[in-house]
């Protein structure tokens, strides 16, 4: 078995889908880049029967490398992302219901929230519609996100795809654009029973909140020592 840690890891990140109300069935996936290809759910495998083992390794044109089991149906779309887009390193893909909810309206979820200009940088960006199977939806994903601060996307009538540095990355990212589609969306249902708007914000706090969040937020690696001989 290729890739045993990478395998362990997308089998822990996809028991977070179910946990997080992300995903019904078998639906969802994600999927890690691996030299030269990618590892990926099996297709139509529930999550509990899920195993590190079972993850589909295929090429960057989606051809299964040495598996018993079929790839995901979205993995052309994944390998679109990685041939396109070298920075990803991780891609989520969800059905979650606000965020879906959003997508079947087909607009951009709005930035009303400081944790939206925090996380995506502005709107969570609305893709059109595209067909399942083969590289529509990819490109759909590359086209909106290539260049984007926001590392989610909404596609019209569809779902959510994520991208991260890691699979890890990419996963938060589906759990945050799932958790303000929610707060959003419940924002309007009060903006119209109380005859209020729903108060964007300013194109230039959401920049400085982006910065922050992006440069000064968390726990900073310690900062190299000028002098590197002196140790404590
Ligand atoms: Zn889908």
Redesign the pocket.
């Known amino acids: 078995m290729n890739h045993p840690d990478v395998r362990e890891e997308l089998h822990r990140l996809h028991l977070e889908l179910p946990r997080n109300g992300l995903v019904t069935w078998t639906?969802?996936?994600i999927s890690a880049r691996v030299d030269g290809g990618l590892l990926i759910k099996p297709s139509g495998v529930t999550f509990e029967a899920l195993t590190p083992e079972g993850m589909v390794h295929t090429d960057l044109d989606a051809r299964v490398l040495n598996s018993d089991l079929s790839p995901s149906?979205?993995t052309a779309t994944h390998a679109y992302i990685y041939r396109e887009l070298p920075q990803v390193g991780g891609i989520v893909?969800?059905?979650s219901p606000y965020a879906t909810a959003w997508a079947a309206t087909g607009q951009d979820i709005p930035c009303v929230l400081t944790a939206m200009a925090d996380e995506f940088g502005g709107p969570v960006p609305c893709g059109g519609f595209a067909l399942?199977g083969g590289e529509q939806?990819g490109a759909e994903v590359v086209r909106v996100l290539r260049g984007h601060r926001s590392p989610a996307i909404i596609?019209q009538s569809?779902?959510v795809f994520t991208i991260g540095r890691t699979p890890a990355a990419a996963l938060k990212a589906a759990v945050m654009v799932e958790d303000v589609a929610r707060t959003v969306a419940l924002a309007f249902q009060l903006a119209a029973a109380t005859g209020t708007p729903v108060l964007p914000i300013a194109p230039a706090d959401i920049d400085q909140l982006y910065d922050r969040y992006t440069n000064v937020y968390g726990q900073r690696p310690a900062p190299a020592t000028p002098n590197a001989e002196v140790r404590p």
């Open positions: 639906s969802g996936n149906s979205d893909h969800t059905h399942i939806i596609l569809h779902g």
